[in-house]
DNA sequence: TTATTTGCAAACCTTTTGCAAGTGA
DNA sequence: TCACTTGCAAAAGGTTTGCAAATAA
């Protein structure tokens, strides 16, 4: 899907729910699809405040980014910190996360076999599988290096 | 491992950090373990508040809390809502859940298979795993029954 | 026109912290 | 004794909300 696809989405999404395209959804909309990485609330709302061009409240930001995920346009991920993370899901299939404890960064993942057990393990207990996380915590490769070489030092 | 067991690595854990058993530990530490359900620090505080005896601080809980996660004497897991729950690990051997996104209903469950297939995974990248958790979100049995039948009356 | 949205600031909620008084070892 | 702990209340930090003014349809 293209970025004008899932902007025409989103009008659609809107007129559904007879909610208006305004201006600070536009622009907060944009943010969250002008790039692949990671981003909390706040970081988008620093975004647009440093932006040229009408600013946006921060009141506006929670309230739109929570449209956005139940419209499903964003996901969100709690890494651990304070602060939940959101991501968009153009160009995003469904992954799970590697979290680096050192340097904070996210890798993205994903594994047939491991959902279809996930399934498995659910029909077992009869339990309706909506939706699931999988987060894996520990070094990513260029922080296990890291570790290892200070780890002969000491 | 029992009871009695673990209350005295929780004294030997104290002793190896130079820390004090004191009363108010020793209570939130009692009554931590004295339950297989998940609970939430807010919950844990409301309990000791109304067990006749000595009262503990919400602070010393928050602190306590904190201390035997350290210790591994608790797990903490995030189910979504605003608070942590926490659970011990006696006769808790690891495992994932289950979350009930209708009655909030916790289930427990593991498979070895899926543990292999993380680990597979993150050798392949590098990556050096420490911990991870997998929250599968969705209706229990009894929900998912009780939701069958309201959309077929619908 | 008018129901929806916005921005602001105050409120919320869970958790953390500074500090003076209390207490195990 | 005295370093570690506690309880209190205030602060923090992210997020939510009430309300009057602004705005899309």
């Known amino acids: ?66 449209l956005l995920l139940e419209g499903g346009f964003l996901e969100a991920l709690d890494t651990g910190g304070s602060e939940l993370k959101y991501e968009h899901v153009l160009g995003h299939e469904h992954h799970d996360h590697m979290l680096c404890l050192d340097c904070g960064r996210i890798e993205e993942f994903h594994d047939e076999r491991i959902e279809a057990l996930q399934e498995e393990n659910c029909k077992k207990r009869g339990f309706e599988l909506v939706s699931h996380d999988l987060r894996l915590r520990g070094y990513c490769k260029a922080c296990a290096k890291k570790r290892a070489k200070s780890a002969s030092v000491d």
Chains 1, 2 share one sequence.
Not at 12 to 38: D, M
Request: net charge positive.
């Open 1 to 66: 899907m293209r970025h004008t696809d899932i902007q025409k989405r989103f009008e659609s999404f809107l007129k559904e729910r007879e909610l208006k395209l305004t201006n600070p959804r536009r622009l907060i909309f944009e943010r969250a699809f002008a790039t692949h990485e990671h981003f909390s609330a706040e970081e988008l709302y620093a975004a647009l405040k440093d932006e040229p061009g009408e600013k946006v409240s921060r009141a506006s930001v929670y309230r739109t980014l929570a």
